[in-house]
């Protein structure tokens, strides 16, 4: 089975817990076996390999989504990168060439298209494998897959088939409706449309020749910022008459508020957090090293990061994207490749950071030009460079990084480290990277 998962979206409605770089689906809130907890990409990730070992698996994403990919789920995982957002068929067609030229996948493989973000069981995933055989066999070009609703919704948009059977030929599709037009839809048989339909990748490489003017990876790579913006659904779903849709029952949730969040999350305390007994329907999380104490609260949510403190009534916090627009949007905290980093203080001519990196992995390496810089190794060992200075360091040591010195440091185990940031001037893209020299590590022996 090939999949394309869809990572989009920016951070808005899960703010405090999400920015810009980390979206909804990173925040880990599921419970795993072992008593950890895993987000949803991850929760994705493992149940598609536990249904399908062999799937071949590619993400289409933003830049700024990599680092978290890799920090999750590894880089086993094919992602193909979007340089700029352009909406969801250029995207699919980006994938699809990624798919044929990169990942060398045949022309006659279907290829099922799915978000990354919904919340289902096992059943969807067997489902996938039913859609991608029905796509390899069947006279259709498209194939969707729709939900059966469980309550008529203003959120998604509807697939009205013309038969009740498991696969139905699709007689229209309706944008998301009000209230009443969608329990009028619901009256028709109709089912919400989940962004999930598979085809055989020749035919999306013939509809980015038709509608973009290439199919060729490079060639849409290197000129996506001057295609159109186009919604999958408007340029060829609603379009192509040899299209079919498959009926699901099973659970399917979008996560998309801290509403429907919370209602999914197996504790209701997440982190530091303490309720007393007159609370009700109340949810904490939590990723401060301080605790929170909720009393007398009903149908709340409270969450807390280094972006900032949600305190809010459940039903309001579907509410909060205009007001966190208005907020300065610095991101505090960042799942990378290599680890993570923790924002802990902004000062006018400083800024303090915790960063930890993953057992053998180390930052680019890099300079800066309007900044110096102090770290202090808090735990775990490993080897810092900078300007061609080599040793070893553990918890204590002190290094100094002047402004323009080429700098980087490697973890051995899991290596934690505060960074003091100097100057008058300290922006994310003061940042030069360089090839690292060869063999650096070896002067550590």
Same mark, same amino acid.
């Given at each position: 089975? #090939?999949?394309? +998962?869809?990572?989009?979206? &920016? ?5 405090? +817990? ?26 994705? $990730? ?24 890799? #920090? ?5 995982? @094919? ?16 994938? !699809? ?6 990942? @060398? ?31 390899? *066999? ?29 696969? &139905?030929?699709? !007689? ?18 109709? +089912? ?10 020749? $035919? ?33 779903? *609603? ?47 939590? /990723? +401060? ?6 009393? @007398? ?10 972006? @900032? ?20 949007? *610095?991101?505090?905290? !960042? ?12 000062? /006018? ?17 890099? &300079?800066?030009?309007? =900044? ?6 808090? &735990? ?35 290596? =934690? ?11 994310? !893209? ?7 020299? *060869? ?7």
């Amino acid at each position: 089975m #090939n999949i394309v +998962l869809l990572s989009g979206g &920016s951070g808005k409605r899960l703010w405090p +817990l999400s920015n810009d770089i980390r979206s909804k689906q990173f925040i880990k809130i599921f419970r795993t076996s072992d008593g950890n907890y895993e987000s949803m990409v991850q929760r994705m $990730y493992r149940m598609l390999r536990e249904v399908d070992p062999e799937a071949v698996i590619t993400i289409a994403t933003s830049k700024s989504q990599v680092s978290s990919i890799h #920090n999750q789920i590894g880089t086993q995982v @094919g992602i193909s990168v979007e340089p700029c957002r352009r909406d969801t068929f250029p995207a699919i067609a980006l994938a !699809a060439s990624y798919l044929y030229h990169v990942q @060398g996948v045949g022309e006659d493989e279907p290829v099922i298209v799915c978000p990354i973000d919904p919340y289902v069981e096992a059943d969807y995933f067997r489902t996938l494998s039913v859609l991608s055989a029905h796509v390899a *066999e069947a006279d259709v070009n498209l194939s969707l897959m729709g939900i059966e609703p469980t309550y008529p919704s203003e959120k998604y948009g509807y697939v009205i088939p013309t038969t009740k059977e498991e696969f &139905s030929p699709v !007689a229209a599709f309706k944008e998301k409706p009000d209230m009443e037009t969608a329990r009028s839809y619901i009256e028709q048989g109709a +089912l919400w449309n989940a962004g999930v339909f598979g085809f055989k990748l020749r $035919y999306m490489l013939n509809k980015a020749e038709e509608i973009l003017g290439t199919s060729d990876y490079k060639t849409l790579f290197d000129t996506y910022d001057t295609l159109t913006r186009i919604s999958f659904d408007y340029a060829v779903g *609603e379009k192509e008459p040899l299209i079919d849709v498959l009926r699901f029952s099973g659970e399917w949730k979008d996560l998309g508020t801290w509403n429907t969040l919370t209602e999914a999350m197996d504790d209701t305390v997440i982190g530091q957090g303490i309720m007393n007994d007159s609370c009700e329907n109340v949810s904490i999380l939590n /990723e +401060l090293d301080m605790p929170i104490l909720a009393m @007398g609260l009903k149908d709340m949510v409270i969450a807390a990061s280094p972006e @900032g403190i949600l305190v809010s009534d459940l039903h309001q916090s579907s509410y909060i994207k205009p007001y966190v627009d208005s907020l300065d949007g *610095e991101v505090r905290f !960042a799942e990378k490749s290599w680890g993570e980093f923790r924002v802990i203080d902004i000062e /006018e001519d400083s800024q303090t950071i915790r960063v930890t990196l993953n057992p053998g992995h180390e930052m680019n390496y890099h &300079s800066h030009e309007h =900044r110096d810089e102090v770290w202090t190794i808090l &735990s775990g060992s490993g080897a810092s460079i900078v300007d061609g200075e080599v040793r070893r360091v553990g918890p204590g040591d002190v290094i100094r990084i002047p402004v323009g010195a080429r700098h980087m440091i490697h973890a051995f185990d899991t290596l =934690r480290v505060m960074e003091v940031q100097l100057g008058a001037d300290i922006r994310v !893209a003061d940042k030069i990277k360089y090839d690292k020299p *060869e063999n650096w590590l070896n002067e550590t022996e």
